[in-house]
């Protein structure tokens, strides 16, 4: 499956994004948003030719960015056939949770002494609430990522966030090879509720403990959801590694 003209034809919009100077990490940021995003589905091959066009880059710019994401494992360079978006093996979803789990506690178990700044943390679950109300299933799973990453900024760490958006970027390859990602995001919503104000209380190492129950619980549905997937749909063929 190779990108096509709708998901290029969107790129146009992000020229903004790059400023005056076309750097390779600005375009990899664009790139890396877009795949959370769904944009470019994994297995998708990306044309250099469509996405520099795109985006106004040139291809040392672009290879440059394909590089970066390669090594943040959201692409796979395939030999003389070109680059595509990564599609995940299972092991790789487990181990993905196991990062999640070790700094989204280690967060909370670190935050000091309250009260803590949860404003944020409060607005991305309402945003999930008011999105679950009108049954807008993206926007849920969107608040619910963006939930994840307004715990992990409680951390004031920039190098933690940004581990973190690449975790997180990664897991979403797997949501979007889910038939139906709604049901891995809407029961969560009210667990992200209680974390907000068991915190709103002062009591980290209740946060702790609803965390880790929460990983579990995720980690175990959507690895079974996924495993299905990529033994029904056969979409692994080596793209995994």
Known sequence: MATSGAEVGGLAEDRPLLGRTSTAERVAD???SRIAEGFFQPGTRLSEDSI???LGVSRNTLREAFRLLTH???LVHELNRGVFVRVLAVEDV?????IRRLIECAVVRGLGE???TLDRL??????????????DWKGVATANIHFHRELVALADSPRTDELMRSVLAELCL?????ADPCLLHEPYLVRNRQIVEVLRAGDKAAGER???AYFDDSRNQLVEVYARRIEGGGRSNGRSG
């Open 114 to 116: 309250p009260p803590f």
């Open 52 to 54: 520099g066009g795109a």
């Open 94 to 98: 487990e181990d993905v949770y196991r």
């Open 174 to 178: 797997a949501f979007h090879l889910v």
């Open 210 to 212: 609803l965390l880790d």
């Open 122 to 135: 409060d607005s991305a679950v309402t945003d999930g609430e008011r999105a679950a109300r009108k049954k």
């Open 72 to 74: 943040e494992r959201l």
């Open 30 to 32: 664009i790139l890396r």
